[in-house]
């Protein structure tokens, strides 16, 4: 499977997002993508699901080394004794050692952010966790972090899909060597649903949601994590890397309007910083 290599890690192109799902729900369909041959789960403690992923990942056949578990700490907890506390929680619901990438969920108005690195950067050193990200920086929070924290970050995960541009903050990350992760990669639903990716994927027998998907996969530097619940989904998904886009469907995707954000939550950044 494609890779991305950053900060000592190699983040799996393709991965499986898990917001919303719980329970059994998500147990068997984390079960059902590693059976497919998924080697990234995304989880947080905010989806609540970590519990499940960790019966998932118990029971499954799949040797530690082969697979990538991402997490992330809550806006809330960000103080140095709140993050060790959620980040106990999370490796013990996953039933782990230690986390491949341990992530910033959220940027948090009046944060500590060097205090905050500083306690990922901890657990990094401890080897708890493999590597350490964020997600949601924008530009302005990413210089800071960077430049002036100078945080080794492994990833900034963030919304994109072939209705949102990000071309500012991808420059920057580029720049940096910083992967983004493409969470809502599928546009919630409305790649789906799109005449202009529909028409793409009939020229290659294909559904617009795999265009919308490669389209993605095949930018470098950039991963994305689709939520998947059904086998016939993930498999959708897996399917999609073995598309070849040509350079008249980047075009029309081009072409595409990008203004659409469907992730806007009230404690978000100004994205435009």
């Not at 506390?85 to 910033?104: E, W």
């Not at 966790?129 to 800071?144: D, E, H, P, S, W």
């Not at 799109?194 to 028409?199: I, Q, R, W």
Request: hydrophobic share 45%; with cysteine.
């Amino acid at each position: 499977m494609n890779v991305i290599e950053t900060q000592g890690i190699r983040l799996p192109k393709l991965g499986l997002g898990t917001f919303r799902m719980q329970g059994t729900v998500c147990r068997e369909a984390v079960e059902s993508a590693l059976a497919l041959g998924y080697r990234h789960i995304d989880t947080a403690e905010m989806y609540a699901n970590e519990d499940a992923i960790g019966a998932a990942l118990a029971a499954a056949s799949v040797a530690r080394e082969e697979l990538h578990v991402t997490t992330k700490v809550w806006p809330e907890n960000l103080a140095p004794d709140s993050i060790r506390r959620a980040f106990d929680t999370s490796l013990k619901k996953l039933r782990l050692d230690f986390v491949d990438l341990y992530l910033i969920h959220w940027p948090a108005k009046g944060m500590n952010l060097p205090a905050a690195l500083d306690t990922l950067l901890k657990l990094k050193e401890e080897r708890r966790t493999r590597a350490i990200g964020v997600a949601n920086f924008t530009v302005a929070l990413l210089k800071q972090a960077v430049e002036d924290i100078q945080a080794p970050l492994a990833c900034n995960q963030v919304e994109y899909h072939v209705m949102l541009d990000q071309s500012k903050l991808m420059a920057y990350m580029k720049s940096r060597s910083i992967p983004l992760v493409a969470y809502c990669p599928l546009a919630q639903g409305r790649a789906a649903a799109d005449e202009t990716l529909a028409s793409i994927g009939r020229k290659h027998d294909a559904s617009a949601a795999q265009v919308a998907l490669k389209w993605l996969l095949d930018q470098d530097g950039v991963a994305a994590i689709p939520k998947a619940g059904r086998k016939e989904s993930q498999q959708a998904n897996w399917d999609a890397m073995k598309l070849q886009l040509d350079d008249d469907d980047r075009a029309a995707i081009a072409a595409l309007p990008k203004g659409r954000r469907f992730v806007n939550p009230g404690f978000a950044p100004d994205w435009d910083r």
